[in-house]
């Protein structure tokens, strides 16, 4: 059975930092893409992150883009989200999601989107 | 880039047919066979209800269907039922850096 297990959240200052870890299980950690994806408290859903299987392939949504580093350890079957000077804004829940990939008719892509399993996700809380 | 547009809710019936419609643009959603849907209930973890536009992952219903018309991508739920009240958000690939823009999320009440 294919597990995310968030965790690392918790209340933090303005400015301050917090490190978010996924614990990957019931599958080839190794073989796929990772995301994180937020949701803050009402809202919908906003992509954050996203890393390839080799860590050779990075992307960040422009709101986290220089503050958020992404960072996976396929020995561990671990994902890791370093947040640095944080905001009231960054507040939200958290989600780990794999990517399944994608396959067309010539090729195989890691990255489409396609976020086949998520994580409970953990509470991330901005606030003096 | 700007999220996907969703209605902010739809309702149906018992045994009614809904559809929720993710209007974007030429360069996500009419762009891509990369558009996905999520179901989520209250305090819970999203679930993939439907990839690549038209296709329902293993042990999803099939009364569960989606589609897409140049820009505008559709879920339909045929037959509803009480379970299927939940928050539904569409989310597009729009390529590489960018990678991926949802939708602001529909809510779904069965009457």
């Known amino acids: 059975e294919v597990q995310l297990v968030e965790s690392g959240g918790g209340l933090v200052q303005p400015g301050g930092s917090l490190r978010l870890s996924c614990g990957a299980s019931g599958f080839s950690f190794s073989a796929y893409s990772m995301n994180w994806v937020r949701q803050a408290p009402g809202k919908g859903l906003e992509w954050v992150s996203y890393?390839?299987?080799?860590?050779?392939?990075?992307y960040y949504a422009g709101s986290v883009k220089g503050r958020f580093t992404i960072s996976r350890d396929n020995a561990k079957n671990s994902l890791y989200l370093q947040m640095n000077s944080l905001r009231a804004e960054d507040t939200a829940v958290y989600f780990c999601?794999?990517?399944?990939?994608?396959?067309?008719?010539?090729?195989?892509?890691?990255?489409?989107?396609?976020?086949?399993?998520w994580g409970q996700g953990t509470l991330v809380t901005v606030s003096s | 880039q700007s999220a996907l547009t969703q209605p902010a809710s739809v309702s149906g019936s018992p045994g009614q047919s809904i559809t929720i419609s993710c209007t974007g643009t030429s360069s996500d959603v009419g762009s891509y066979n990369l558009v996905s849907w999520y179901q989520q209930h209250p305090g819970r973890a999203p679930k993939l209800m439907i990839y690549?536009?038209?296709k329902r992952p293993s042990g999803v219903s099939n009364r569960f269907s989606g589609s897409r018309s140049g820009n505008t991508a559709s879920l339909t739920i045929s037959g509803l039922q009480a379970e299927d009240e939940a928050d539904y958000y569409c989310?597009?690939?729009?390529?590489?850096?960018?990678?991926?823009?949802f939708g602001g999320g529909t809510k779904l009440t069965v009457l």
């Open positions: 690549e536009v038209t």
């Open positions: 890393i390839s299987t080799t860590r050779s392939t990075i």
């Open positions: 999601a794999r990517d399944s990939g994608y396959c067309s008719s010539t090729r195989c892509v890691e990255g489409s989107g396609n976020f086949d399993y």
């Open positions: 989310c597009s690939y729009v390529g590489s850096s960018t990678f991926v823009v």
